[in-house]
């Protein structure tokens, strides 16, 4: 049973658009949600993370909305661009023991 | 930065071989992990280790072994590679919080 479900498994934005990913959870013992960015070629990195006592966290053009009650968090992808285009997955984290979303291909059209 | 190593990028080898996949760490993380990445399957873990000579299965185990015998180096066995076992090798390591991956090992058995 997937422990994390991640949507859509492809997206495709214009320049300047908002990319949204979402993810939904059902263990409420998760106390970290991570997203990562996958570059071609390249492993994972961490993107930006949220802890479960707070709705919102921004970085950038990055925002992870976090929804407790709903088991639901969503990665937005503010003014995409080209150079966001990658993969990325999201996580959820019990006792140092991450399970991954399938991943979302994110193409951005210039 | 962390930094994570997987000694090899591409890697082909023939049904039945016994292959190798090694992984080695430089910030004296405890927590090491195996996870392989298909398409539309995300990542999925094979086998983690939180100590030196200490292995537990992940989700994915069987075909596959594991040895840590120094804290910086995981390595990952294929006792008699299959085809079904063609992927990309995903090799990550934390302490707390975090994860850093390699930049992984696609492996294509032939």
């Known amino acids: 049973q997937q422990q994390v479900k991640q949507s859509p498994q492809s997206l495709i934005v214009q320049k300047g658009g908002i990319s949204i990913i979402n993810c939904a959870y059902e263990n409420t013992a998760f106390d970290y949600f991570p997203w990562y960015q996958q570059f071609p070629g390249k492993g994972p990195a961490l993107l930006i993370a949220i802890r479960p006592d707070v709705s919102e966290k921004k970085e950038g053009r990055f925002t992870i909305s976090f929804n407790k009650s709903a088991k639901q968090f969503s990665l937005h992808i503010m003014d995409s661009q080209p150079g966001d285009s990658a993969t990325y997955f999201c996580a959820a984290v019990n006792f140092n023991k991450f399970y991954f979303g399938s991943g979302t291909k994110l193409n951005v059209k210039p | 930065d962390v930094k994570v190593t997987q000694s090899s990028r591409y890697l082909v080898k023939r049904t039945g071989e016994k292959v190798f996949l090694e992984c080695v760490q430089d910030m004296d993380h405890e927590n090491m992990f195996w996870y392989r990445q298909d398409p539309g399957l995300g990542l999925r873990l094979i086998y983690f280790?939180?100590?030196?000579?200490?292995?537990e299965k992940g989700d994915i185990p069987e075909g596959y072994s594991v040895s840590r015998e120094k804290k910086e180096r995981f390595s990952l066995i294929l006792e008699s590679a299959s085809t079904n076992q063609t992927s990309m090798y995903l090799c990550?390591?934390?302490?707390?919080?975090?994860?850093?991956f390699g930049s992984g090992t696609r492996l294509t058995v032939v």
């Open positions: 280790s939180y100590d030196v000579k200490m292995k």
């Open positions: 990550a390591s934390s302490s707390t919080g975090g994860y850093t």
